[in-house]
């Protein structure tokens, strides 16, 4: 009977986890570092000019666009970036920071913390259409 009581418990547990991944509202937890002015004018992965007083952020995986809500876990400062870039290409960190958005939640001091990184928004269709592949136009013989 116990058994049947912790098993239904883990169920519904496991049931509201994915719930919460497939809806977006999700957060995990990991390493945060920045970038900053050094990178200025350069194009991000997405095309556009890299900008370190933007709120703007790299991940490795998330669509460019996409809104993520970054909290500073020994400060509980937050900030709302977008994701335009590839990254952090360091092994242990999680997402990288404009050097603005890093003022923001205050890390400049420390250059690396532990964020709580949430999605708060799908990218837009405009920037759906930045992810893929540009069309070349046909080769002329």
């Known amino acids: 009977m116990g058994m049947r009581i912790i098993s239904g418990i883990f169920t519904f547990s496991m049931i509201i986890i994915f719930m919460a991944m497939v809806s977006g509202h999700a957060e995990t937890l990991g390493t945060a570092s920045f970038y900053g002015k ?3 004018g350069y194009r ?14 790299a991940h490795r995986s998330l669509p ?5 809500r970054v909290t500073n876990l020994k400060n509980h400062r937050s900030v709302v970036v977008r994701v335009t870039d590839r990254g952090p290409h360091k092994r242990g960190r999680m997402i990288d920071l404009s050097y603005g958005a890093a003022k923001a ?15 708060i928004a799908a990218p837009s269709l405009a920037s759906e259409k930045a992810n893929a592949q540009p069309k070349l136009p046909p080769r002329r013989r």
Request: aromatic share 6%; glycine share 14%; charged share 20%.
């Open 105 to 119: 939640v205050g890390m400049i001091e420390t250059g690396t913390t532990r964020v709580s990184v949430a999605k």
């Open 64 to 68: 460019f666009g996409t809104k993520l």
């Open 38 to 40: 050094e990178l200025k």
């Open 44 to 57: 991000t992965a997405n095309g556009e000019r890299f900008n370190p007083a933007g709120l703007t952020a």
